[in-house]
């Protein structure tokens, strides 16, 4: 049943230079999007080589995962960003099966207690962040225990995550309240408003151990509610959807929970939910440069720390591969000016686990540039990590490109990345306080 409208509200009021609608903006980024999308580019990245071999197996079904700048004012970059860390010479980093590890954020699937056989066996092996859904949460102290006991047994900074947009994707429902959709807040509140929901929201995450919230959503969407973005999103025009989910970030980080930008490099124009099969994206270099592109500029000029990528395949990228494995995607996203630390979607939605199961999509994503490789399913981890060191160990994936997700992961937990890797990361941070646009009158 189609739930109905939400009540009318009043309409976010434009940001100073974003008032233009929405196809009618300069494409900024389509000389460089062009550039991406031709199909004798040489993609100059890390491990830009196809990797991994393709299989049918492990399918598992997976629920939905799912800086100091003092202005957010959208503004194309004008530097030529250095995304690559700098190696510290005489330096010695951890074995390559603990770097391995080291790039994957797991669930634990049904796991309340950190006593748990699967929470032991992914904390000792050396994961480096755990993903929690509504199969961990009993009561918010429940929850605080099972996140403290985690770190605890892992000895070391380890990422605690979950995925908490408000509306109807929030996996920490019963610790932090139910919550109206980024859609229904867009209509009827102020950014300022929207950043006070999302503080109240970090702060009960934050409360129980989280540090990691996989949103807000920058997707485009203005379609049915219930869509596979839907009312998911703030907003289906860019500036709109640009303000009120850096609003949400700003409101996570002023709790001190990390925020994750989604779905790049947009996932507003498929119908298809990824969860199920893989979609091509047939838009236009000009379209995805004047559109979908704009909200994650925003975020990147803003400091985003975590941007993940989604699992379509985009005819204007790489018409092949999806987004998560793609490493045009990644390439893009660096060109962008991007430093921080990109994550997949999780890798057992059937857009990606149809074609390479979890330990061949580990090393197809941290190949193509992913630094964190998100699954919902722990069960998978210890063949993951082995397929990431027998690919470096058969030369199927640079050791340095592993080195490097390494570190970065590790710098967002708060560990030692030159222990890690030998490389010393710097990674942005949306700090508080981050100042949000002026509406006008």
Same mark, same amino acid.
């Given at each position: 049943?189609?739930?109905?409208?939400?009540?009318?509200?009043?309409?976010?009021?434009?940001?100073?230079?974003?008032?233009?609608?929405?196809?009618?903006?300069?494409?900024?980024?389509? /000389?460089?999007?062009?550039?991406?999308?031709?199909?004798?580019?040489?993609?100059?990245?890390?491990?830009?080589?196809?990797?991994?071999?393709?299989?049918?197996?492990?399918?598992?079904?997976?629920?939905?995962?799912?800086?100091?700048?003092?202005?957010?004012?959208?503004?194309?970059?004008?530097?030529?960003?250095?995304?690559?860390?700098?190696?510290?010479?005489?330096?010695?980093?951890?074995?390559?099966?603990?770097?391995?590890?080291?790039?994957?954020?797991?669930?634990?699937?049904?796991?309340?207690?950190?006593?748990?056989?699967?929470?032991?066996?992914?904390?000792?092996?050396?994961?480096?962040?755990?993903?929690?859904?509504?199969?961990?949460?009993?009561?918010?102290?429940?929850?605080?225990?099972?996140?403290?006991?985690?770190?605890?047994?892992?000895?070391?900074?380890?990422?605690?995550?979950?995925?908490?947009?408000?509306?109807?994707?929030?996996?920490?429902?019963?610790?932090?309240?139910?919550?109206?959709?980024?859609?229904?807040?867009?209509?009827?509140?102020?950014?300022?408003?929207?950043?006070?929901?999302?503080?109240?929201?970090?702060?009960?995450?934050?409360?129980?151990?989280?540090?990691?919230?996989?949103?807000?959503?920058?997707?485009?969407?203005?379609?049915?509610?219930?869509?596979?973005?839907?009312?998911?999103?703030?907003?289906?025009?860019?500036?709109?959807?640009?303000?009120?989910?850096?609003?949400?970030?700003?409101?996570?980080?002023?709790?001190?929970?990390?925020?994750?930008?989604?779905?790049?490099?947009?996932?507003?124009?498929?119908?298809?939910?990824?969860?199920?099969?893989?979609?091509?994206?047939?838009?236009?270099?000009?379209?995805?440069?004047?559109?979908?592109?704009?909200?994650?500029?925003?975020?990147?000029?803003?400091?985003?720390?975590?941007?993940?990528?989604?699992?379509?395949?985009?005819?204007?990228?790489?018409?092949?591969?999806?987004?998560?494995?793609?490493?045009?995607?990644?390439?893009?996203?660096?060109?962008?000016?991007?430093?921080?630390?990109?994550?997949?979607?999780?890798?057992?939605?059937?857009?990606?686990?149809?074609?390479?199961?979890?330990?061949?999509?580990?090393?197809?994503?941290?190949?193509?540039?992913?630094?964190?490789?998100?699954?919902?399913?722990?069960?998978?981890?210890?063949?993951?990590?082995?397929?990431?060191?027998?690919?470096?160990?058969? /030369?199927?994936?640079?050791?340095?490109?592993?080195?490097?997700?390494?570190?970065?992961?590790?710098?967002?937990?708060?560990?030692?990345?030159?222990?890690?890797?030998?490389?010393?990361?710097?990674?942005?941070?949306?700090?508080?306080?981050?100042?949000?646009?002026?509406?006008?009158?």
């Amino acid at each position: 049943m189609t739930p109905p409208p939400p009540p009318a509200g009043p309409a976010p009021v434009p940001v100073p230079g974003n008032a233009a609608p929405r196809h009618a903006r300069p494409s900024r980024w389509a /000389g460089r999007l062009r550039a991406v999308a031709l199909a004798s580019l040489a993609v100059v990245c890390l491990g830009a080589g196809s990797v991994g071999t393709a299989a049918l197996a492990d399918r598992a079904d997976e629920p939905v995962a799912a800086s100091p700048t003092p202005d957010l004012a959208a503004a194309a970059p004008t530097r030529t960003p250095t995304s690559t860390p700098t190696p510290t010479p005489t330096c010695t980093p951890a074995p390559l099966e603990q770097r391995a590890a080291a790039t994957l954020v797991v669930g634990l699937p049904g796991v309340r207690s950190a006593t748990d056989p699967l929470a032991q066996e992914v904390v000792g092996l050396g994961v480096g962040g755990v993903f929690l859904s509504e199969s961990n949460v009993r009561t918010a102290t429940q929850v605080a225990a099972l996140s403290a006991g985690l770190r605890a047994a892992a000895g070391r900074p380890l990422l605690v995550s979950t995925d908490e947009e408000s509306g109807r994707v929030a996996l920490m429902r019963d610790v932090v309240g139910a919550g109206p959709s980024p859609r229904r807040m867009a209509q009827r509140d102020a950014p300022e408003a929207v950043r006070e929901r999302a503080a109240e929201t970090g702060t009960a995450l934050a409360g129980v151990g989280v540090d990691l919230d996989l949103a807000p959503v920058l997707d485009l969407d203005d379609g049915p509610a219930g869509g596979v973005i839907g009312d998911r999103s703030f907003s289906a025009d860019p500036a709109t959807a640009a303000d009120y989910g850096l609003a949400y970030a700003a409101g996570l980080a002023d709790a001190g929970v990390t925020p994750t930008m989604k779905h790049f490099p947009g996932h507003g124009r498929s119908t298809v939910d990824s969860h199920a099969r893989s979609s091509l994206v047939t838009a236009t270099v000009d379209e995805l440069a004047a559109t979908d592109l704009l909200p994650f500029q925003r975020a990147i000029d803003a400091g985003a720390p975590v941007i993940m990528l989604n699992h379509l395949q985009y005819a204007a990228l790489d018409p092949d591969r999806p987004a998560s494995v793609s490493p045009r995607a990644y390439a893009l996203l660096r060109d962008m000016g991007f430093e921080g630390v990109a994550i997949t979607d999780s890798v057992g939605m059937g857009a990606v686990n149809l074609r390479w199961d979890f330990p061949a999509a580990a090393v197809e994503a941290v190949g193509a540039g992913a630094d964190a490789v998100l699954t919902t399913d722990g069960r998978h981890a210890v063949r993951m990590r082995d397929a990431l060191v027998d690919a470096v160990r058969t /030369g199927r994936l640079p050791e340095e490109r592993l080195s490097e997700a390494a570190a970065r992961v590790t710098a967002l937990a708060g560990g030692d990345p030159v222990a890690m890797s030998c490389l010393d990361v710097t990674l942005p941070t949306l700090a508080p306080p981050v100042a949000l646009p002026t509406p006008t009158p």
